[in-house]
């Protein structure tokens, strides 16, 4: 039985890591991998204290610390379900089942499972995944030299896919759900202004059309409910994230938008013996500093749970 | 002796975990970067139907993602 069990690999996870490490907080550490969203960043500026970073490098630099403080690490596995046992702590505790249908079982959790690609959800999508549609646009938009490509969406990340491919896409649609776009002011006004995009307000996408690969995108006009094909190879997905907080969902608060909802002031969620933080909870700004100091306070409060509950054991 | 051939691009971070795998396992590997390489690029895509990177030939093993358990198994 541990004391504590946090699920997930980034700042966030690897914070509480580190902290529980040094609490001699008995500790599993289960996650698919290390790094969390910001692996696939060029660089990192605002990693504090460090001048610029790779997102593989910080992914190589958490994973390494958190290792040198005592969790034992479960890597390679997906939490699937997490029941209470007993009624939970402080009383019970918690059981938990990953994927591959190993379980472990915890007075504790920290949920730092941070978030996931949205998908479109529309036909042709899941088929033509990797054949010209895309979620990485940052690695795929070279192999688009030449070819007409469509961006689905309008935050930031819409806005970098489309920075990504003007260099070697022909044509470049972007397809934005309302009326305006959202995301960074000053990125926006370079793509409007870029001849080789064309920006289709209150359009939305309907099928992505092809056999072998992508041929083309059926999108609607909202306004007037016309379709129109668009001729493209690619099929740019950025429509942002949800969080990955499935497993806790009979146990925890959830806002409307599936977040964790926590106490601001100690991470712990509206169930016993659960924290959580980063981009699972439902903190106003997602970033990898605030995930981690987040998480330090959550790991702060699991200890005093677990020393008010007497349920603590190194100094026993 | 194995034969490795990793199909990438200079942003795509899986396609450097990759390397950096066979990198620390001391296992040598041919890289196309099909970012520049129009050839290698059809290649690619004949090899593995995908428009994504990265793709890795372990002997004839076609592997899309970096999927370490794949690659491990490919490898002899």
């Not at chain 1, 402080?90 to 998908?119: Q, Y």
């Not at chain 1, 740019?236 to 977040?259: H, M, Y």
């Not at chain 1, 016993?272 to 980063?278: C, D, K, P, T």
Request: with cysteine; hydrophobic share 40%.
């Amino acid at each position: 039985m541990y004391e504590l069990v946090i699920i997930g690999g980034g700042p966030a996870a690897v914070a509480a890591g580190v902290y529980a490490g040094r609490k001699r907080i008995k500790t599993a550490l289960i996650t698919e991998s290390f790094g969390g969203q910001s692996i696939v960043s060029n660089e990192i500026y605002n990693w504090i204290g460090t001048k610029a970073i790779s997102g593989l490098s910080l992914a190589q630099n958490l994973e390494a610390h958190v290792r040198d403080h005592g969790a034992e690490i479960i890597d390679g596995e997906i939490v699937t379900a997490i029941a209470k046992i007993d009624g939970g702590p402080p009383t019970g505790h918690f059981l938990i089942t990953t994927k591959s249908g190993k379980t472990v079982e915890t007075k504790t959790i920290f949920m730092a499972t941070g978030s996931r690609r949205k998908r479109l959800g529309i036909p042709g999508e899941d088929r033509l995944d990797g054949r010209g549609v895309v979620f990485c646009s940052t690695c795929d938009a070279p192999l688009f030299k030449g070819k007409d490509i469509a961006i689905v969406g309008a935050g930031n990340a819409a806005l970098e896919a489309a920075v990504d491919s003007i260099p070697y896409a022909n044509k470049i649609y972007m397809l934005v759900r309302g009326s305006e776009m959202r995301g960074d002011a000053v990125t926006q006004e370079k793509i409007k202004s870029h001849p080789k995009v064309t920006i289709l307000f209150n359009t939305v996408s309907q099928e992505v059309l092809g056999e072998k690969s992508v041929t083309g995108l059926r999108t609607i006009e909202k306004t007037t409910n016309k379709a129109t094909d668009l001729a493209v190879q690619g099929v740019f997905v950025e429509i942002g994230s949800r969080p990955n907080s499935d497993p806790a969902k009979e146990l925890v608060s959830l806002n409307q938008i599936g977040e964790i909802v926590v106490d601001h002031k100690t991470q712990a969620s509206s169930c016993s013996g659960i924290w959580a933080a980063g981009d699972v909870s439902d903190v106003l700004y997602k970033q990898n500093n605030i995930s981690a100091g987040d998480a330090v306070k959550a790991v702060l409060n699991v200890y005093d749970f677990l020393h008010r509950n007497h349920l603590f054991a190194a100094n026993k | 002796m194995n034969n490795i051939i990793i199909y990438s691009t200079p942003t795509c971070v899986y396609c450097k975990m990759a390397k950096e795998y066979f990198k620390t396992k001391g296992v040598e590997f041919t890289e196309h970067n099909v970012a520049e390489d129009d050839a290698a690029r059809e290649d690619m895509l004949k090899k593995s139907g995908q428009m994504g990177v990265p793709v890795i030939d372990i002997n004839g093993t076609i592997i899309v993602g970096f999927n370490k358990p794949e690659v491990e198994a490919a490898l002899r």
